[in-house]
């Protein structure tokens, strides 16, 4: 019974059972009529907005490289014991963060 867990497998078992699921959805769905509402943005009854929110992915990766940097370098401080050689890694770690959060 354990062979079924083995991913090729239980690929290939998956695959009919979401397209079987997948066409009983479309089949309860019923039929689309094709309008111009559909095809516009909708933005809670206002006029939806042209310029994007933020110009670019400058600001993500800003934020993600800071979590990043946060989250190991605390991970890797909690798995092992305070010593004084763990002082330059903490000192590194402060560095990096103050110039990420600088930008």
Known sequence: MEIILTPPLAFLIYVPFVMALLLFGKGMAGTSKKSKMKETIYASGEEASTNPAAPGYRPFFLIA???????LGMLIIGSGTFTFSSVPFLLGLMVSLIALLLG
Do not use: E, G, Q
């Open 65 to 71: 490289f800071f979590f990043a940097v946060l989250h």
